[in-house]
């Protein structure tokens, strides 16, 4: 993490007024939240709609830190403590991370965006990195504009590589983040149904996520998923002057893969290189996952790491939680992937569930898919149709967006078999009263409906 005088640090963040018998205290890593400091830390005080983080200075104080950025037009507190004055506190930590970020001359960093599988190949590029270098990655979701400063800011010094997820908002919002990081290697996932409601499309998805080249090292690599409809057609719109390597089952991909086998212990594929196929075996369920992985090994072999160590990598993954978590209980088995929820990544869901073996019934829980314009109905309508009645016994959902899942289910299921609640607790209700023993449950929803908390409830019984 950052360690820094504080006249470096006031240097950095482009701040100013900090009392010069200050100047040669030094701060050991940041936080914007009072209930994280540590000890030596510096702490950065945000505002928000209905907060504002110069309220908390003393909470920080006695739980820690060091000194603290302030923005100007708030008045200073009457304290004999290190303030060092911004004129936005946000834009403070965005531009300290930035020049923090170009002070690790030797950190390469990866820069990972797309509409789905962002933290999934995160968690696989750091198992397989890992055995080689000393890697960091994006911890948890933090991978919007104050995220990747946070990410950046606990970088140390003598980490090799820095694996850094880019979520959106909008236009603009990887622009940014690109160019704060500076990556060495940028990748675009894929590109789906996500943040329509602003965007409106996924054309205007696939700019948005291209704007990751606008900060792309000028000897940096650029790699993207070739089966991606919407991304190939836009790509071609750009004069990427940057290497380019991309992968998929498409023929023309430059590391093709196919799947060979899936099921409860992974997955297992083959990828192929300079007409070579090496066939590895991922412990993560999920056939999308083959792509995920194909990203993360173009990015080890570009660091010369070996197939071998690459298997090895692939043993060693430390999963993000709710990304298809096994949980086993005593009468049923919940397939947990309740982080976030769109079309694409929903459809990969089933067909996850679809292809475990070893139990009697199967049920999904689905909660509402938000953000998805003004198809977000039609949306919900089309995942419903498209729920196989063969493979799945039961439907719950919650919400009413969701409500529309289970209303066009019913063309293909029985109306006994769906079943829609109002509420977590009426749902926990129903799943217990209606599920049927040695059941594989999929729990599944948009971040904000947080069905982590029917889990939670579930568990108890």
């Not at 911004?86 to 020049?99: F, G, H, P, R």
């Not at 991978?143 to 909008?170: F, K, Q, R, W, Y």
């Amino acid at each position: 993490m950052i360690q820094k005088s504080l006249k470096k640090v006031e240097e950095l963040s482009e701040g100013y007024g900090l009392l010069q018998k200050f100047y040669d205290l030094n701060i050991c890593g940041v936080s914007t939240d009072t209930r994280k400091i540590e000890d030596g830390n510096l702490f950065i005080p945000l505002i928000g709609d209905n907060f504002n983080g110069h309220n908390f200075l003393d909470k920080a104080i006695e739980n820690g830190a060091i000194a603290s950025l302030w923005q100007k037009d708030i008045p200073k507190p009457d304290v004999d403590f290190p303030l060092i004055l911004v004129e936005d506190t946000l834009e403070a930590i965005q531009i300290l991370s930035k020049n923090y970020r170009n002070t690790l001359k030797n950190i390469k960093v990866i820069a990972i965006t797309g509409s789905n599988g962002k933290t999934s190949t995160k968690d696989i590029m750091d198992g397989i990195l890992s055995k080689k270098y000393k890697t960091q990655k994006t911890m948890g979701n933090l991978n919007n504009h104050i995220g990747v400063p946070l990410t950046l800011l606990s970088l140390c010094e003598d980490t090799d590589l820095a694996i850094v997820e880019m979520g959106i908002d909008g236009f603009g919002q990887i622009e940014l983040l690109t160019d704060i990081a500076n990556p060495d290697i940028a990748m675009i996932t894929n590109v789906g149904a996500s943040h329509l409601d602003l965007l409106k499309t996924e054309g205007n998805v696939a700019h948005a996520k291209l704007k990751i080249l606008n900060g792309l090292k000028k000897n940096g690599l650029f790699i993207y998923n070739n089966d991606d409809k919407t991304l190939i057609k836009i790509i071609k719109e750009y004069m990427i002057k940057q290497d380019i390597l991309s992968f998929g089952q498409n023929d023309s991909s430059d590391f093709k893969i196919n799947l060979i086998e899936e099921g409860i212990d992974g997955i297992k594929f083959g990828i192929k290189e300079d007409d070579e196929v090496h066939k590895l075996h991922l412990s993560m369920l999920g056939r999308h996952n083959i792509y995920n992985a194909a990203s993360s090994i173009i990015v080890a072999r570009k660091l010369n790491i070996s197939y071998e160590d690459i298997q090895k990598g692939l043993y060693c993954i430390n999963e993000t939680d709710m990304r298809n978590e096994i949980i086993k209980k005593e009468n049923f088995t919940i397939l947990n992937d309740a982080y976030k929820s769109n079309p694409n990544s929903l459809l990969a869901a089933l067909d996850t569930l679809y292809s475990i073996d070893g139990y009697k019934n199967k049920a999904v829980v689905l909660g509402d898919m938000v953000d998805l314009g003004d198809k977000v109905e039609e949306l919900h309508n089309e995942i419903g149709l498209k729920i196989n009645p063969d493979k799945i016994d039961k439907i719950f959902t919650i919400g009413s967006l969701a409500k529309h899942i289970g209303e066009s289910a019913r063309v293909n299921f029985n109306n006994e078999n769906i079943y829609h609640s109002q509420t977590k607790k009426e749902l926990v209700n129903s799943i217990l009263k209606n599920i049927e023993k040695d059941s594989l449950i999929l729990i599944k929803a948009s971040r904000s409906v947080a069905l982590e908390d029917v889990i939670t409830e579930l568990m108890k019984y």
